[in-house]
């Protein structure tokens, strides 16, 4: 029963020791292959509800559940094996290790998690990255091997969606991937990332601030309503 | 397997530092690596120097001394030792042979020594080697000299070659012996020791240089004895410098020692080679120790360097670390990388280092035997050095525990996020 939903959230609270509460989200439900727009401008709790997503931080109440599994309940070795194996993360920028080449890059999973090359069942983890980075718009050969500085921002986000979905891990997090891409180039990662998302049954998380992308998700939830801790001090 | 390759292609992107890096940590360990063998050349070299002596007689000043001039040739003595002495000491039943010895004078800043050809036969070095003979053989007239390997290398003389030999032993002497000069007889194989400085005359070629010389100076132009005039004259020296002696029975070496010692009629000191030359190096060991002490520092220095060149690049890298959290590295994986970074710089300095060393000594080899006499062995890494080698990279490793911790605090603190 828990399976059916990707993340729930229940009664969570957090704040740095010695801070103000930065999160309270009474509940928070997403189903498993759902795609989700999360709407959080700076300041709304987003970096927090992201960290607690992938099992950096703990809340002081309440329990995060991911894939059925409470974080808390994880060492702090097994969250970190837990994320590798099961959340794939894009970023704003900078997702990139600059010395390793763009195939590399989005073999980097597979490095620490065997669960993710495991998954791949019977494809290299070689070629499903060649696989991926074609579906995502970057088959040309020449590229693969290229150094990720020689990349454009746009080509570096995409890249990093591939490395994300590398080994179909069953949550997806995003944030804020587009905000350093032009008005095309945003088109074009979220429709390519989305029917990814969709071909491979994972969940998506996105968080953006900019509201134009939601109509395209299954749905869309406002962050700076859901975190009473923001709410109310507003 | 995963996060050195990771480590290893992060030092890749940041080669210039981290080449410059090993550079110096190479650089260190090539100094090290040299001293600790040149320590161990010239140990060797030393207690080389000297052996099948059981006795070195001279006047009485310190053994030190004594040792210094007789096999060093370095410094003078203060007094000479009788004739009427040495013969006494020849003569004792005890006694198998003995080897006398002159020095005082000089040709172009080597040092002649006067002996009898016993010298070539008992002297032994490294170990019981015999001395040899490169071309000719020992002196037979009384005007014939024997040259060192050196002497012989660096003032290009071959059998047959004229000699004048200098009164004193400056480099630049004014008083020369032009009167009398001396024709090579033969040169020796090299040494390694101070005899391959050496000129080698007999003992009455020394005598006869000085026959016409009253009180340190040379006869005024009349009064003046040619070269073959003085093959006429008695030619038994009043006194020698000093005397080697080689004893019957072994047991006996310290009876006589003792008997020389306190022997009442002149004033002599007896040593025992080996023992005098254990306090002479004693006495320089602490030179080379406190080289060894400089070359320690030195590495360390190096070390820190590369300490400084992790510990700056870590900013830098957050953000890398943050990746590598995101896609299921764990802290400890951030801690192995940087621990293997360091220990990877050090492994890459040390093999650098190594051959360096190498190719410093087969440079410097051929100088250093020509001009200090200290030979070389071009041998391989002693488990002393590989000990010494390993503790470096062992001490790097423990070092890279720094700034491991530091990366390792900052992802738990950073998270996900990611700082630019």
């Known amino acids: ?234 | 397997m995963g996060v050195l390759t990771l480590a290893w292609r992060s030092l890749w992107n940041r080669r210039t530092t981290a080449l410059l890096t090993i550079f110096a940590i190479a650089v260190s360990i090539a100094l090290l690596l040299g001293v600790e063998k040149m320590r161990s050349a010239a140990r060797d070299g030393f207690a080389n120097t000297v052996s099948g002596v059981d006795l070195i007689v001279g006047s009485r000043s310190g053994p030190l001394n004594l040792l210094l001039y007789s096999v060093f040739r370095v410094g003078d003595a203060t007094a000479n030792v009788t004739w009427p002495s040495y013969q006494l000491v020849a003569k004792h039943p005890d006694v198998a042979w003995t080897v006398p010895i002159s020095l005082g004078d000089s040709h172009r800043g080597f040092r002649v020594l006067g002996t009898t050809p016993a010298y070539f036969e008992h002297y032994r070095f490294a170990g019981g080697r015999q001395m040899e003979f490169m071309a000719g053989k020992p002196f037979d007239d009384l005007y014939d000299v024997v040259l060192g390997a050196d002497v012989a290398e660096q003032l290009g003389y071959q059998l047959g070659d004229s000699v004048v030999i200098a009164h004193g032993i400056g480099n630049v002497s004014f008083a020369k012996h032009d009167d009398k000069p001396f024709r090579v007889a033969g040169v020796l194989e090299r040494t390694g020791t101070p005899i391959d400085r050496t000129l080698h005359v007999s003992l009455q070629a020394i005598t006869a240089m000085h026959v016409d010389w009253q009180s340190g100076m040379q006869a005024p132009p009349g009064q003046r004895l040619d070269a073959d005039a003085a093959r006429e004259r008695d030619l038994t020296p009043d006194s020698i410098t000093a005397f080697m002696v080689g004893m019957q029975e072994k047991a006996a070496i310290f009876q006589m020692q003792r008997a020389l010692n306190e022997y009442r009629k002149e004033p002599l000191l007896a040593i025992i080679p080996g023992v005098a030359l254990k306090s002479l190096w004693d006495l320089v060991g602490i030179a080379d120790k406190a080289l060894m002490i400089v070359a320690a520092f030195v590495v360390f220095a190096g070390l820190l360097g590369m300490l400084t060149a992790i510990l700056t690049s870590l900013n830098e890298r957050r953000r890398e670390m943050a990746i590598l959290r995101s896609v299921g590295a764990q802290p400890r994986h951030v801690f192995t990388l940087l621990v293997a970074e360091a220990g990877l710089l050090a492994l890459l300095g040390v093999l650098l280092g190594v051959a360096l060393t190498y190719l410093l000594l087969l440079i410097g080899k051929p100088i250093l035997e020509a001009r200090f006499g200290i030979f070389i062995p071009l041998t391989g890494l002693t488990g002393y050095d590989i000990a010494i080698l390993s503790g470096v990279v062992v001490a790097a490793l423990i070092m890279g525990f720094v700034p491991a911790w530091r990366a390792y605090r900052n992802t738990l603190s950073d998270g996900l996020t990611i700082r630019v």
């Open chain 1, 1 to 234: 029963m828990a399976s059916a939903n990707a993340v729930e959230l229940q009664g969570v609270e957090f704040a740095w020791p010695g801070k103000p509460l930065l999160l309270a989200i009474a509940e928070l439900r997403i189903a498993a292959g759902e795609t989700v727009f999360l709407r959080g401008p700076s300041g709304s709790g987003k970096s927090t509800l992201l960290g607690l997503l992938g099992g950096v931080l703990t809340p002081q109440r309440g329990t995060v559940r991911v894939l059925g599994t409470e974080l808390a309940s994880l060492s702090a070795s097994a969250r970190d094996c837990f994320r590798g194996e099961h959340i794939g993360f894009i970023f704003q920028m900078f997702n990139l290790i600059p010395y390793l080449t763009v195939r590399e890059n989005v073999m980097l999973p597979a490095r620490f998690s065997a669960a993710r090359s495991a998954r791949l069942a019977g494809i290299t983890v070689a070629a499903e990255a060649e696989r991926l980075l074609a579906a995502l718009g970057l088959g040309a050969a020449q590229l693969i091997d290229r150094p990720v500085t020689e990349l454009s921002i746009g080509q570096q986000q995409r890249v990093a969606a591939a490395r994300a979905l590398l080994g179909r891990p069953e949550l997806i997090v995003a944030d804020e991937p587009t905000s350093a891409l032009d008005h095309d180039a945003r088109e074009a990662f979220l429709r390519l990332l989305l029917a990814e998302c969709k071909s491979l049954r994972s969940t998506l998380v996105f968080v953006s601030h900019d509201s134009s992308l939601a109509p395209q998700f299954d749905r869309a939830i406002d962050l700076l309503a859901l975190n009473r801790a923001v709410a109310e001090a507003a």
